[in-house]
């Protein structure tokens, strides 16, 4: 399968808003659900946000609910990640990943092995 592209990072500052598009084939957006992580320097990689492939269903880390968007363009083959009033402590690389499961109605960051088709990674810095 053909991993997934995620771009779109780069440098803010603090309270500014930035927006990450993972790009991935048709049949993937459409059949399974897509998660972002990210990797802090020195810290393990977590979980961020999900979609689910089959209802759109979101879930969000208690760290960026409220401030983070995932939404899905199928015309576009494209899952977007809208960060706003970005913190120093959102300062990552952030990855897209395809959930392993086909179809779910749902999505869960508990477990990254959940997920596959890694991106490289888009590097985000936030200065205060």
């Known amino acids: 399968q053909v991993p997934l592209v995620e771009s779109g990072g780069g440098l803010v500052q603090a309270g500014e808003s930035l927006t990450l598009s993972c790009a991935a084939s048709a049949s993937t957006l459409h059949y399974y659900g897509i998660a972002w992580f990210r990797q802090a320097p020195g810290k393990e990689r977590e979980g961020v946000a999900c979609?689910?492939?089959?209802?759109?269903?979101?879930y969000y880390a208690d760290s960026v609910k409220g401030r983070f968007t995932i939404a899905k363009d199928k015309a576009r083959n494209t899952t977007y990640l809208r960060m706003n009033s970005l913190k120093p402590e959102d300062t990552a690389v952030y990855y897209c990943a395809q959930d392993r499961h086909y179809g779910n109605s749902w999505c869960s960051l508990l477990n990254e092995h959940d997920y596959k088709n890694w991106g490289q990674g888009t590097e985000v810095t936030v200065s205060s």
């Open positions: 979609i689910s492939s089959s209802t759109d269903e979101t």
